[in-house]
């Protein structure tokens, strides 16, 4: 069974930074591709960033380009997302999810955590 757990988000003032993280068990963490995704209130669940099994590739939304940072250690069984110059437009729950490769399409990815809610405050 497959079990990703999300944490690390909270309220933060626009300009400032959060890291998440996501802890996995119960399968091989480093055969898969990791992704962040999120979804605001009143939106549809969309993609934010996504690292490959080798680190070697990573992807971003256009929206988080140069402001958020995807990493993963497999010894771990981790994956971050370092957050930076936050946004209130960032404000959303914030999954991750993990499936055979990396790409921003959600329908990729066969495993979900619960999610971590981020606010960013005016």
């Known amino acids: 069974q497959v079990h990703l757990v999300e944490s690390g988000g909270g309220l933060v003032q626009a300009g400032g930074s959060l890291r998440l993280s996501c802890a996995a068990s119960g399968y091989t963490f480093s055969i898969y591709g990791l992704g962040w995704f999120r979804q605001a209130p009143g939106k549809e669940r969309e993609f934010v960033a996504a690292i490959s099994r080798s680190v070697i590739n990573t992807y971003y939304a256009d929206s988080v380009k140069g402001r958020f940072t995807i990493s993963r250690d497999n010894a771990k069984n981790t994956v971050y997302l370092q957050m930076n110059s936050l946004k209130p437009e960032d404000t959303a729950i914030y999954y991750c999810?993990?499936?055979?490769?990396?790409?921003?399409?959600?329908?990729?990815?066969?495993?979900w955590g619960q999610g971590t809610q981020v606010t960013v405050s005016s």
């Open positions: 999810a993990a499936g055979r490769v990396a790409t921003m399409n959600e329908h990729d990815y066969t495993y």
